[in-house]
């Protein structure tokens, strides 16, 4: 995507404003950001970015070639009903849950880029599922995946619903990670800890396994079985976890994430 690609946010919150700094930091250049939003704070601190902000949506699309979708779900039928948007013009949906069906059906576009990001976008850290409609071209697809890129990783997938699945594992993902990080703290003051030792020992850890885990080649059982030492502490810790199903546990709390984001777009692509 070259520095002439003008790209407007619908929305001035946490996630688009991330967005935005993560294209800054890659060089894209201020002139050619602009974001609304009815919050004036939100403006403000993107305007102290050099983003253009306005207050008025219609405007802040005025001959933009990206659209961003970072509204509330419950808001954006409203939104995009609002707006004049040409065939022409991207549009990059954050919105969660919120099916391609009912943005082509607001919008009378079919040039959709429909996303998932998660948490650490907000830290440029984060990870994103991407599915195109059928208006979608080449050179678009590629500018969806650098406006993305711009908060971490960007990955395509071949089928709608397969955003399902991601929503599962990723979208929601960190809070799993939270919740194992708050266990591990709570297990490690039961052990005698200090809070503040054990929430160290807990989160250098999380951070040091994960950069393992991402090492070119790696693999995480690999990995486990190289800590896991026959007979030693390891192996009767997973010993405790494989007893209480933890595999399936996770297997079950994916599956009804999935399927509550199926929900979701059901409710969402109801007229």
Known sequence: MNDNTTIACIGAGNMAQSLLRGLLASGHPAARLRASDPVADSRARLAELGVATYDDNTAAIAGADVIVLAVKPQVLGGVCTNLRITERQLIISIAAGVPLASIRRWTGSSNIVRCMPNTPALLQAGITGLFADT?????????????????????????????????????????????????????????????????????????????????????????????????????????????????????????????????????????
Request: hydrophobic fraction near 50%.
């Open 135 to 271: 208006g979608v071209s080449v050179a678009d697809r590629a500018r969806a995946e650098h406006v993305l890129s711009a908060v971490g990783r960007a990955i395509w997938v071949q089928d709608e619903s397969a955003l399902d699945a991601v929503t599962a594992v990723s979208g929601s993902g960190p809070a799993y990670f939270f919740h194992l990080m708050e266990a591990m703290i709570e297990a490690g003051t039961a052990l005698g800890l200090d809070r503040a030792t054990a929430a160290a020992l807990t989160l250098e850890t999380a951070y040091g396994a994960a950069l393992m885990a991402r090492q070119p080649g790696a693999d995480a059982a690999t990995l486990r079985q190289q800590v896991t030492s026959p007979g030693g502490t390891t192996q009767r810790a997973l010993e405790v976890m494989a007893a209480g199903d933890l595999a399936g546990t996770v297997k079950r709390a994916l599956a009804a994430a999935a399927e509550r984001s199926r929900e979701l777009a059901e409710e969402f692509g109801a007229p």
